[in-house]
């Protein structure tokens, strides 16, 4: 008889247990990511989040951190901007597109591309920040850049710079990254046995993850309206749609909620999703677009009051205190720790623009 009621109580103790976890549950990758980087005062969320996704994935295939160039990513999309707008036959720029060659606010759609195109350069071969003095600082003269990025592709026209030409202006306003040589471990299934593979080029690490654009979809959000305010235009709807659509096939639009679905359904698989959110706010009295900022979800926890919190990894560096912003739309305050942004549900679905997530995990 004691020995059934034990039984019993360590049943109902599982129970118990099971439920807590269904009620509690909690999915983080966090720890399969670098720690989060700090991108100073330029415009290149997107390249961090990218390269975010990208370790990840490096991490997956090796069990080992490395770091990998956010630098050499922002360089990447600008070379494949001006090449995808170059037309040979006229030996001029498209504008239509794209006004300026400038990586903020340009869709996410062609990071992808740029990716694919360009493949990835450990950051000890070309280092986003380093120290001046006492300070750390992104590695790049940035008054440069955005010398380069402000000038119209119409100017571009106008001065009769070709593909070319602006490749050099891009060159010389980044450098060079070094030559490397990473080693990395994998199982072969022809022999059966470990194999050390040594990787000397972009592509060459590209390929070793395994890492392809046609995998991934650019989702936009469609319930992206608040009544009375314009918190994501129908204007901009249509204008990012234009960026994310121009000479691509990765676009498509969804419901917050399912969206939200997914992404809880690609973190439970072990997948990071790239996340778009945006907001306005108000400078010298007048509402401003912010334009949006890119980061990476990497985990969800349902909590005991039955709200769902999802941990981002962000790129505004660590913070030594906690911070709390309530955005104008939403009822539970965005809070930022250690670098990691918190959003709760309604929050995310009613900031969300849109994310990047493999096609597999779309409904």
């Not at 490096?58 to 001006?82: C, P, R």
């Not at 995998?215 to 009375?228: A, H, R, T, Y």
Request: glycine share 6%; aromatic share 14%; charged share 25%.
């Amino acid at each position: 008889m004691a020995k059934k009621i034990g039984g019993i109580i360590l049943l109902v103790s599982f129970v118990i247990s099971a439920t807590a976890y269904c009620n509690n549950k909690s999915l983080d990758l966090h720890h399969e990511l670098q720690d989060p980087q700090n991108q100073f005062n330029t415009p290149f969320c997107q390249s961090f989040a990218m390269i975010g996704l990208l370790e990840h994935y490096w991490y997956k295939k090796t069990k080992m951190h490395l770091k990998f160039s956010e630098k050499y990513m922002v360089k990447s999309i600008l070379l494949t901007l001006v090449e995808k707008l170059w037309i040979e036959d006229d030996q001029r720029f498209e504008i239509s597109a794209f006004e300026e060659l400038h990586v903020g606010n340009l869709g996410v759609s062609i990071i992808l591309e740029a990716v694919m195109k360009y493949g990835m350069v450990p950051d000890s071969a070309y280092p986003s920040v380093i120290k001046s003095g006492d300070q750390e600082i992104f590695n790049l003269d940035i008054d440069k850049y955005f010398e380069l990025a402000e000038t119209t592709f119409e100017e571009f026209n106008e001065s009769g710079k070709t593909l070319s030409d602006v490749q050099a202006m891009i060159h010389e306003v980044f450098d060079t990254p070094q030559s490397f040589s990473v080693s990395a471990d994998y199982f072969s299934y022809v022999d059966f046995s470990n194999h050390i593979v040594r990787l000397i080029s972009p592509i060459d690490i590209l390929n070793f993850i395994e890492f392809k654009s046609v995998d991934f979809q650019v989702v936009f959000n469609k319930d992206g309206f608040l009544p009375g305010r314009e918190i994501f235009s129908l204007e901009n709807y249509d204008y990012w749609k234009n960026h994310e659509t121009y000479r691509g096939g990765n676009f498509a639009e969804s419901h917050a909620e399912e969206m939200i679905l997914n992404i809880e359904k690609a973190i439970d698989f072990g997948i990071p999703v790239i996340f778009w959110n945006k907001w306005q706010k108000f400078v010298n009295g007048r509402l401003s677009d912010t334009g949006g900022h890119l980061t990476t979800i990497v985990g969800y926890q349902k909590v005991a009051d039955g709200k769902t919190w999802f941990r981002i990894k962000n790129s505004g560096g660590v913070n030594a205190e906690r911070i709390e912003r309530l955005v104008d739309g939403t009822t539970s305050p965005i809070i930022k720790e250690k670098g990691y942004s918190y959003f709760e549900k309604e929050t995310l679905k009613t900031l969300l623009v849109g994310i990047i997530i493999p096609v597999v995990f779309l409904n």
